[in-house]
């Protein structure tokens, strides 16, 4: 009897997911969510005209993929999403592209200098850290990183954005890795309805990808200047929304396609330069408007208008 119970619950716990890995297939699934009215903004719900639809690619290996990949070389471990930089993390990549979209609205949003140091150069630091200060001086802007670095003596102290002090020695910041990101220091992003309803806060400052900036500038932006931008459509989109603007890449983009059509998307906004992908995944008699963007300016231009979907020709996409 027990034999039994034991084998049940060893292949139980093989079928598990493991949610803080990425598995790496060639075929990443795509899925679909909806954004609006899933999203609070500084306790404000973001709900603007229209249907507004994320998209990710991949999933979380099985405990039994992840073992099989320990036992055989020749398969490719799953990601740690812990490993990547913190500023992927929902709680501060969702902040910064909607303070894109707020402040082409016309809201003022102030930014602050976060540091981001990865791969200590000596034992004792973490791996991954946010600074907060250096030798007593608070960073907040890009001139007090600077003037921290050249005031660097023989002996040093940082201290993390959770109060946590550092000490180290001599004039070269301990770290093989340093980053600065503008981030928003009054804004909050929260989940909302079933989000609350499973303990997936701690998931949520994993490495989880930037990927849905775009569409949360966008629908920021709808909420923020009342437009309606949607007109009575069902928006997808995926890219990461830069500071400036800017439209940036994503990985996934064939699955995610995939998934905005099955999502009933009738207009899916994506990344100008990832076309070839998006026409290699899309039926275009599918009825679904394809339309690549540089920026969040020209999504707004777009979404403005009955925009046809502008897939290239296969031929031209050839390696």
């Known amino acids: 009897m027990w034999l039994t119970a034991l084998a049940g619950c060893l292949v139980l716990l093989a079928a598990l997911p493991v949610p803080w890995l990425v598995a790496r297939t060639p075929n990443p699934p795509g899925m679909a969510w909806r954004l609006d009215g899933r999203l609070q903004l500084d306790g404000e719900t973001i709900d603007p005209p229209g249907v507004w639809i994320g998209l990710t690619a991949g999933r979380p290996p099985l405990v039994a993929e992840v073992v099989w990949s320990w036992l055989d070389p020749d398969i490719d471990s799953p990601r740690d999403m812990r490993d990547g930089s ?4 929902p709680a501060l990549a969702e902040p910064a592209a909607m303070a894109v979209g707020l402040a082409l609205a016309g809201r003022v949003v102030d930014v602050s200098t976060i540091v981001e140091a990865r791969q200590p150069l000596v034992a004792g630091l973490p791996a991954r850290v946010a600074v907060s200060k250096v030798n007593g001086r608070a960073i907040v802007n890009d001139d007090d ?3 921290s670095l050249a005031g660097l003596g023989d002996l040093n102290e940082f201290v993390s954005v959770d109060g946590d002090v550092f000490g180290f020695t001599g004039t070269t910041f301990p770290y093989e890795v340093v980053d600065l990101m503008h981030a928003p220091t009054d804004l909050e992003v ?6 609350r309803l499973v303990p997936i806060g701690w998931y949520r400052k994993l490495a989880l990808g930037n990927s849905n900036g775009l569409l949360l500038g966008l629908a920021a932006y709808s909420q923020a200047s009342g437009e309606n931008l949607a007109l009575g459509r069902v928006i997808g989109g995926t890219g990461v929304l830069r500071e400036d603007g800017s439209v940036g890449p994503v990985g996934g983009l064939a699955a995610k ?15 100008a330069g990832q076309s070839c992908l998006v026409a290699a995944s899309l039926d275009p008699s599918s009825g679904m408007a394809a339309v690549p963007v540089a920026s969040l300016s020209e999504a707004i231009t777009v979404l403005r208008g009955d925009t046809p979907a502008r897939l290239p020709d296969l031929s031209l996409c050839a390696d």
């Open 86 to 89: 913190m500023f992927d993390t």
């Open 145 to 147: 990183w600077a003037h």
């Open 190 to 195: 929260s989940l909302t309805g079933w989000g």
């Open 257 to 271: 396609t995939r998934a905005a059509h099955r999502a009933g998307a009738d207009v899916m906004i994506y990344p």
